[in-house]
Structures are given as C-alpha cells and as structure tokens.
C-alpha cells in the first residue's frame, strides 16, 4: 500500500547558485552564501518571533534530482558509503536540510547566510536551531575519518 504524505513549498530560496557547479563541495567546504528565504505570503504570519532565533533549520526539497542510490561516493571521501549516512541530493525522499544564521527578517522575507541549495528551491518548513548536545558527544562517523586522512595527506 502506497501512503503519500502531500507536501507544498511555504517558500522559495532566493540566491546566487545557477548552477550546482558554483556551490563548495568537499572536505572543509564553507557554506557562507547569502541569500533569502522568500516565504509566501499566506505563510507570513508564521513567521512571528522568528527573529529571535540566530540559526535556522530549513527544510526543502532536492527538486533537480531524480531517483536514489543506496550508496554514494561523497566528495568527501573515495569510497562508497550507504545514503543515510550521507547528505546525497539522490535519496528516496528528496529532502534537505541546512542550517543556516539568520541575518535578519523584512516582511516575509529572512535574509540568511549558508546556503547550499539552488536559487529557487522549494522550501517546505523552517525550525529553531536550537542544540543541546555537548561537542564532546558528538561524533562524526566516516566523515570524521576521510577529513582526518585529508588534514594528514595535507601535511604531507
Ligand atoms: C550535499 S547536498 C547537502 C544539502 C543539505 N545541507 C543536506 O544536508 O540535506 C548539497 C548539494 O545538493 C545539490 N543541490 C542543491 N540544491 C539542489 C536542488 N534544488 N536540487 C537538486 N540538487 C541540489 C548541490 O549539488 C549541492 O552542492
């Protein structure tokens, strides 16, 4: 049985990415981009308070991409590893995430810094970034490892 969760963009992503080309890719990639989260205006209202918050997530949607693979070679690393240990645009449900700074809000919309996706994604929910994890906890899978191999082949 086949269940369907139907979805619509409360906005759109307004940025300088044309092309996925343009967007840093790889071990110690910096996402400083700016641009606007522009959220339709019958979402405005949804908005309130939201200036308070300095980070954001934003959730949206791969819409580029077409199909999945179960495991993907990042360009992070030269191997292979299974797509939910990945942030792979090919995933069976097209969604990203991204984190971003709130820079500040006119009307509706948020102007904010580290984008990753393309200009005109379709934007699906935003949330407080709010983390309560120590950084001692937090560890970081074969991402961790393949950045330590880059640090070192860097010195060598
Ligand atoms: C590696 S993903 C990470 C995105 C997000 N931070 C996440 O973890 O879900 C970012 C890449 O997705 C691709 N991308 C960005 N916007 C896209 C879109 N609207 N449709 C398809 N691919 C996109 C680009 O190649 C970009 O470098």
């Not at 339709?40 to 934003?58: F, K």
């Not at 949607?61 to 999945?68: I, N, Q, S």
């Not at 292979?80 to 990203?96: A, D, E, I, K, Y």
Request: hydrophobic share 35%; net charge negative.
């Amino acid at each position: 049985m086949e269940i369907l969760f139907p979805m619509q963009p409360i906005g759109y992503v307004q940025n300088a990415y044309t092309d996925a080309g343009q967007i840093p890719k790889g071990c110690g990639a910096q996402h400083k981009a700016e641009g606007v989260l522009q959220i339709l205006p019958e979402y405005e209202q949804g908005l309130t308070d939201i200036e308070g918050y300095s980070h954001l997530y934003v959730i949206w949607v791969f819409d580029r991409v077409e199909g999945f693979d179960l495991l993907w070679t990042p360009p992070t690393d030269n191997r292979p590893h299974g797509v939910f240990s990945t942030r792979s645009p090919r995933r069976p449900n097209r969604l990203g995430l991204t984190v971003v700074e709130l820079i500040k809000r006119e009307g509706n919309g948020l102007h904010v810094r580290g984008l990753d996706m393309l200009d005109g994604t379709p934007i699906l929910d935003i949330k407080p970034y709010l983390s309560s994890i120590p950084q001692d906890d937090l560890r970081r899978g074969w991402l961790g490892e393949a950045e330590k191999r880059a640090n070192e082949s860097g010195k060598a």
